[in-house]
């Protein structure tokens, strides 16, 4: 920390405004910490510190923003709160200039950590405007030149499932700088340059996936809103709701219910007339938080939806033109789970172990983490401790910070257990594989 003149009187201000104490804000702070990857443990005493003029290094004070924010509904800088920002964002003159930008800086391993700093802003989850539908078109061959952005497409979706979002991460990121966002400026044909920016989505939002996997959610959320924005730029709105179907998630994941809904009704809307696959993948998440928000007749009749959607969908070769089967069982597990259905869930969850690829590493720990949960609820020991035997067995092959908090989840539930058998030796061996 270092010392500045006199006492943070707007500080005092907007504790006293959003009706914190200190310790309140400390622990928001904390909270916000676990959303970029950083363990934090301020308490009160710190706060205090703050207060009395002390300035706190980054992340804190664009943390300490971002609570001030969520608590008082509206955007609150850090210079508000009387921080000093060690990053301003500038808004961008456009979609392709702004993602330029945030890619060279991001393949700089100089200029990225404060880019992977930055917390997640519920005021930017927002829905964005349906964009205006591109004339359709016959299928036609590859356009010339990108060969390479479909295979890589294919070589990083395929790595977080293999491998989870921490691995080939910076190699995703010095591609998009290096090879793809120089192509965004050319002179294309209509057809060419749709095709283009459609893959330079898929690229961001890939990143985005890695970045979120990884706990880093705000620079997930930015590489989010250029894959929704790059889309958007030449009327593909079949690849716009996938991104704001993916935003959704992470809004939910994060606890943010009220965005979760508006985005994954946005994704629906924009899904109309899009293939099952994609219709199926967006009907499963507004079921998920529909659910999640009370609405059961809404949530089974979107999962509804989504399920027929499935069965009429077709064999296709690029990831993101196939919704597998087990993913559907999860989300119908996430439904029937905040319906009550426990059994239901259970069952749900079953088929979607049974159906994940033997590729789809990530996938299948994260499902046997989420089932050994269920079945610890449902109270049995035994089986959840089997379940999390096998998630064990995959998560210690992941570099995935989803697979990292589930196996805190699994030690936090076990602890209650730890001198029974099974769980003992659970426990026991997390802590040997640290």
């Given at each position: 920390?270092?010392?500045?003149?006199?006492?943070?009187?707007?500080?005092?201000?907007?504790?006293?405004?959003?009706?914190?104490?200190?310790?309140?804000?400390?622990?928001?702070?904390?909270?916000?910490?676990?959303?970029?990857?950083?363990?934090?443990?301020?308490?009160?005493?710190?706060?205090?510190?703050?207060?009395?003029?002390?300035?706190?290094?980054?992340?804190?004070?664009?943390?300490?923003?971002?609570?001030?924010?969520?608590?008082?509904?509206?955007?609150?800088?850090?210079?508000?709160?009387?921080?000093?920002?060690?990053?301003?964002?500038?808004?961008?003159?456009?979609?392709?200039?702004?993602?330029?930008?945030?890619?060279?800086?991001?393949?700089?391993?100089?200029?990225?950590?404060?880019?992977?700093?930055?917390?997640?802003?519920?005021?930017?989850?927002?829905?964005?405007?349906?964009?205006?539908?591109?004339?359709?078109?016959?299928?036609?061959?590859?356009?010339?030149?990108?060969?390479?952005?479909?295979?890589?497409?294919?070589?990083?979706?395929?790595?977080?499932?293999?491998?989870?979002?921490?691995?080939?991460?910076?190699?995703?990121?010095?591609?998009?700088?290096?090879?793809?966002?120089?192509?965004?400026?050319?002179?294309?044909?209509?057809?060419?340059?749709?095709?283009?920016?459609?893959?330079?989505?898929?690229?961001?939002?890939?990143?985005?996936?890695?970045?979120?996997?990884?706990?880093?959610?705000?620079?997930?959320?930015?590489?989010?809103?250029?894959?929704?924005?790059?889309?958007?730029?030449?009327?593909?709105?079949?690849?716009?709701?996938?991104?704001?179907?993916?935003?959704?998630?992470?809004?939910?994941?994060?606890?943010?219910?009220?965005?979760?809904?508006?985005?994954?009704?946005?994704?629906?809307?924009?899904?109309?007339?899009?293939?099952?696959?994609?219709?199926?993948?967006?009907?499963?998440?507004?079921?998920?938080?529909?659910?999640?928000?009370g609405d059961a007749r809404g949530a089974l009749a979107a999962l509804g939806r989504a399920e027929r959607a499935?069965?009429?969908?077709?064999?296709?070769?690029?990831?993101?033109?196939?919704?597998p089967a087990a993913a559907l069982h999860f989300q119908t597990s996430a439904v029937l789970e905040a319906l009550?259905?426990?059994?239901?869930?259970?069952?749900?969850?079953?088929?979607?172990?049974?159906?994940?690829?033997?590729?789809?590493?990530?996938?299948?720990?994260?499902?046997?983490?989420?089932?050994?949960?269920?079945?610890?609820?449902?109270?049995?020991?035994?089986?959840?401790?089997?379940?999390?035997?096998?998630?064990?067995?995959?998560?210690?092959r992941l570099r995935s910070g989803e697979a990292e908090r589930a196996l805190r989840e699994m030690r936090q539930?076990?602890?209650?257990?730890?001198?029974?058998?099974?769980?003992?030796?659970?426990?026991?061996?997390?802590?040997?594989?640290?």
């Open positions: 920390m270092t010392n500045r003149r006199g006492p943070n009187n707007r500080l005092r201000a907007m504790l006293s405004e959003a009706d914190w104490t200190q310790e309140a804000l400390a622990r928001a702070v904390n909270t916000l910490g676990g959303e970029i990857g950083t363990v934090l443990r301020y308490d009160r005493t710190s706060v205090a510190h703050w207060l009395a003029g002390t300035q706190p290094r980054p992340p804190v004070p664009q943390l300490a923003a971002e609570a001030l924010s969520r608590r008082l509904g509206r955007a609150v800088s850090p210079a508000a709160v009387g921080f000093a920002a060690d990053v301003q964002e500038a808004p961008p003159l456009d979609s392709v200039t702004g993602f330029t930008a945030l890619c060279r800086s991001d393949g700089d391993a100089s200029r990225r950590r404060p880019l992977h700093q930055r917390p997640y802003r519920v005021a930017e989850a927002v829905v964005p405007a349906l964009p205006p539908a591109a004339p359709p078109e016959s299928p036609a061959p590859r356009a010339e030149g990108t060969a390479g952005l479909h295979d890589a497409v294919d070589f990083f979706a395929a790595s977080i499932d293999t491998h989870g979002g921490r691995h080939a991460r910076s190699a995703l990121a010095a591609y998009l700088a290096d090879d793809v966002t120089p192509l965004l400026g050319q002179r294309r044909s209509r057809r060419a340059r749709r095709e283009l920016f459609v893959l330079a989505s898929r690229l961001a939002f890939l990143l985005a996936r890695m970045y979120e996997d990884g706990q880093l959610h705000g620079i997930a959320q930015r590489y989010y809103g250029f894959a929704h924005q790059l889309a958007g730029e030449v009327g593909d709105r079949t690849a716009w709701s996938v991104v704001l179907r993916a935003m959704s998630g992470q809004a939910q994941r994060l606890g943010h219910l009220a965005p979760a809904i508006q985005l994954a009704e946005a994704a629906q809307e924009g899904a109309r007339g899009a293939p099952p696959a994609h219709q199926a993948y967006v009907q499963a998440q507004l079921a998920v938080v529909w659910g999640l928000g499935a069965d009429r969908a077709t064999a296709a070769a690029s990831p993101f033109d196939v919704y009550g259905d426990l059994p239901g869930a259970l069952g749900a969850l079953r088929r979607a172990a049974g159906e994940r690829s033997a590729d789809d590493l990530r996938g299948r720990a994260l499902t046997q983490a989420r089932f050994g949960q269920l079945l610890l609820r449902t109270g049995r020991l035994d089986e959840a401790c089997a379940a999390w035997e096998c998630f064990l067995h995959a998560q210690e539930a076990l602890r209650p257990y730890r001198n029974r058998g099974r769980a003992a030796e659970l426990l026991a061996r997390t802590v040997q594989g640290r």
